[in-house]
């Protein structure tokens, strides 16, 4: 019996899922990556415990950080934000109809990161030192140095996969600073406009 060599065993990479059209999460994510978007804060509080006892405490006020912000119609004013289905602001959004939008400018990526972080600290702690002041309609934060901010009511939800589309009447707009750059995010980083 003669002894023929065996060949090493081959190793093949093992392709990423793909999802029924064709495209893995990896190729989608890194072509989105190339899109270069503004960076927003969005805020709400939420409600009392218990509005009837004044006694209750106050509603905590909610941040996250969006990228996914944009301009829907000029007549009426509308935004739009893409939240995360099922994150805490997607479910604050479900029943509180009032939050706002800060435009972060290139020097406040301090508070666009503490706002993104997984497995963040409480709400309350995030704002602990973060200049704002209350919107006159949504109470909400309106960051202090933003380049601009916007005060908006719910007018319509929209499911989109793993996310829910919330459409926004703008019921105030602000420009309080026209200091600095947008603070931007670009291939999986914050960076400013060179």
Avoid at 1 to 12: A, G, K
Avoid at 88 to 115: C, K, N, T, Y
């Amino acid at each position: 019996m003669l002894n023929t060599p065996v060949p090493p065993p081959t190793i093949t990479a093992v392709p990423a899922a793909r999802h029924a059209e064709g495209v893995s999460d990896d190729e989608f994510r890194a072509a989105m990556s190339r899109l270069a978007a503004g960076v927003v804060l969005v805020t709400a509080q939420e409600p009392s415990l218990d509005p009837d006892d004044p006694r209750a405490p106050a509603g905590e006020d909610v941040g996250m950080t969006a990228t996914a912000f944009l301009s829907v119609s000029l007549d009426p004013p509308l935004v739009l934000v893409s939240l995360r289905e099922g994150s805490r602001m997607d479910d604050l959004l479900d029943e509180q109809p009032l939050w706002s939008v800060s435009v972060l400018s290139e020097s406040q990526r301090h508070i666009a990161g503490r706002f993104s972080m997984k497995g963040r600290i409480s709400d309350r702690l995030l704002f602990a030192d973060i200049p704002y002041v209350r919107g006159e309609y949504s109470g909400a934060p309106l960051v202090g140095g933003a380049l601009a901010t916007l005060e908006c009511r719910t007018e319509q939800r929209v499911p989109a996969g793993d996310h829910t589309l919330v459409i926004g009447r703008v019921l105030t707009a602000d420009v309080p600073s026209a200091d600095g750059g947008p603070l931007t995010y670009f291939r999986g980083r914050y960076r400013h406009l060179a």
